[in-house]
């Protein structure tokens, strides 16, 4: 779960990492106030986009009066479809040099990766590799000031900006650790009057790990119809097209998305109904896929844990109360297919027992496709 | 023959008295699973499904010589049974429970290296070898068969599917093996291909992977000395950048994880890639044939 700049901010404080002076802005006046105390500030919405900057969601203001108008203006704005609701006011910084740096894991190595350049920012991905020194942590061992000693010599520093550095690197390990980070970054990490900033950061938290940080605000950055099926349990991902899918199981459901591109339709969605998933969840999944108001509903079921007559029923329930206005297409098979099958057709919806048939006629019935 | 996981594996089952324990308990012990005992804290003395249950793996070890362990506890108490395992001698861990905090798989699986710990998962459907008709894991019993092909995969019901299709066509597996969908896992591609290189019944592999993280990528380098036909299929092609596609590890991140770097990087190495699940079998009895 990605974090507001403001709170990426915070934790770095926390740990005693210096970042420039700021504050939360909620309406105008204290926009007034904010630039009033700390002088000079750049004014940056707090949403969880890239590119900010370009979109107009960081302003500067030289004058309290100038802040409140601004505040004003961007207060409310959309940005690249997300609503500014709050605003960060943080002091001007007279940047000398931008460094990188970052803390996050090595899915290969399955440890600990901090990541350093001099070139900082720009996103890490556009710096030449080259530039990027990489040093693995043993989670045994974690950071110790050494560590951070070895990388800031391999980037080249010298005198207080490698002190400082080594001494972030241990911080920021300690981030990563404590806040069960994904990702800890800072780009920039700027070099103001001969020693180093926080100019930007990001936080990223691991979602599996929410349980053991209860003071974290939740932030779902989904989509109005994508909040509502997370609400569920389920994991679904708002896609451009017209044809809803519901599989189970997440391997399957990438699948299933694929195989109606495969045959020219447009997946207006990704929906996991769960490997296991009961009739009630099921149905309530598939009333959200009805909301979307698609071209066609596909249903594509491989009964491992999940049970076919649980699909069945659930197709049945929310035909009978919501109602299904738009062709329906179900592939099922697996664990109690005939008693599932036998439902559904005495209901009269006949099942597909193979999925590109099924996936086929599902695009047809759109209206999508090679003819 | 299989790998990893024998008709001789003694399995412990932790968190044997929860529903989804208890349930697929009864399931192993029908597929013909050495299941010898279970752990739930406070109920030793108590049975499952005709099993004993303990209170400490420790003691389950003792009473039973069990080398085995499939985890079924709730997430936040995942890391506690796992290490409760390994440092009882458990030397194959199985574990089942999806969002298992990434920094504790971290924890676990610098640990089971150590240790010598084969540790597959977490957030796996488990490992089955028909052929040993045994399993540790929570797929469906039908759709399986002994047979010559090894099945390595890193998400549940779309390698069901892809099970059942091979079966159906006349392929039936060594060992299936779920990686997992998580971010860090025990195994990787190449872990596991070690073993089905090294498995004379295995003769052919068919690779289930997806877009996020660069095991495939990396498995392509392995491949090139493999010398067995590999069949793959790689689901999230139409899966938009920038959105965690079910599993926390199927994400294209930073231009990172790209289906179209998978498959390349696989094609380049020999493997036949394919675009859709029901084209795994024509595949497979093409590269078996040319092999």
Known sequence: ?371 | MAVLLTKNSKILVQGITGNQGRFHTKQMLAYGSQVVGGISPGKSGEQVEGVPVFDTVEKAVEKTGADASIVFVPAPFAKDAAFEAMENGIKLLVMIPEHIPVQDSIDITTRAQELGVTVIGPNTFGIISPGEKTKMGIMPNHIYKPGPIGVVARSGTLSYEIAFSLTNGGFGQTTVVGMGGDPVVGQTFISVLHHFKDDPDTEGVVMVGEIGGSAEEEAAEYLKTFGKPVVAYLAGRAAPPGKRMGHAGAIIERGRGTLESKEKALTAAGAQVVTMPWQVVDALREAMASH
């Open chain 1, 1 to 371: 779960m990605k974090q507001y700049e403001y709170l990426a901010k915070g934790a770095l404080r926390e740990h005693g990492i210096p970042i420039p002076p700021g504050r939360l802005v909620n309406n105008p006046e204290e926009a007034y106030q904010a630039v009033e105390a700390i002088g000079p500030a750049a004014l940056k919405a707090q949403v969880l986009v890239g590119g900010r900057g370009k979109a107009g969601g960081i302003r500067f203001a030289h004058t309290p009066e100038e802040a409140r108008e601004t505040a004003k203006a961007m207060l409310g704005m959309d940005l690249k479809g997300y609503t500014v609701e709050r605003l960060y006011a943080e002091g001007k910084l007279d940047i000398e040099r931008e460094f990188y740096i970052s803390v996050t894991t090595d899915r290969n190595k399955k440890v600990p990766l901090v990541m350093a350049s001099l070139a900082g920012g720009v996103e890490i991905e556009d710096v030449d590799d080259a530039q990027i020194v990489r040093q693995w942590v043993d989670p045994r061992v974690g950071v110790l000031p050494y560590f951070g000693r070895e990388l800031a010599q391999r980037l080249g520093l010298d005198g207080v900006l490698a002190r400082e550095f080594a001494d972030l690197v241990v911080k920021l390990y300690q981030i990563y650790r404590e806040k069960d980070a994904e990702l800890v970054e800072i780009n920039p990490l700027a070099v103001v009057d001969g020693h180093l900033v926080a100019a930007d950061a990001r936080l990223n938290i691991d979602d599996s790990a929410l349980f053991r940080h209860k003071n974290v605000e939740l932030i779902d950055e989904g989509s109005e119809i994508e909040k509502k099926v997370h609400k569920i349990g389920l994991a679904f991902v708002e896609l451009d097209g017209d044809i809803a899918i519901m599989a189970n199981g997440a391997g399957m459901a990438m699948a299933t998305v694929d195989a109606i591109q495969y045959f020219g339709g447009k997946p207006a969605n990704f929906l996991d109904a769960g490997g296991g998933a009961s009739v009630e969840p099921t149905a309530q999944a598939l009333d959200v896929l009805v909301s979307m108001e698609p071209k066609v509903i596909f249903v594509n079921i491989f009964g491992g844990i999940t049970r076919c007559d649980d699909v069945a029923k659930a197709i049945l329930q929310v035909r009978n109360t919501t109602g299904i206005p738009v062709p329906l297409v179900v592939r099922l098979v697996g664990t109690n297919e005939k008693e599932g099958v036998r439902l559904l057709e005495e209901a009269g919806i006949s099942a597909y027992s193979d999925m590109a048939p099924a996936a086929e006629r599902a695009v047809q019935l759109a209206g999508e496709g090679r003819s």
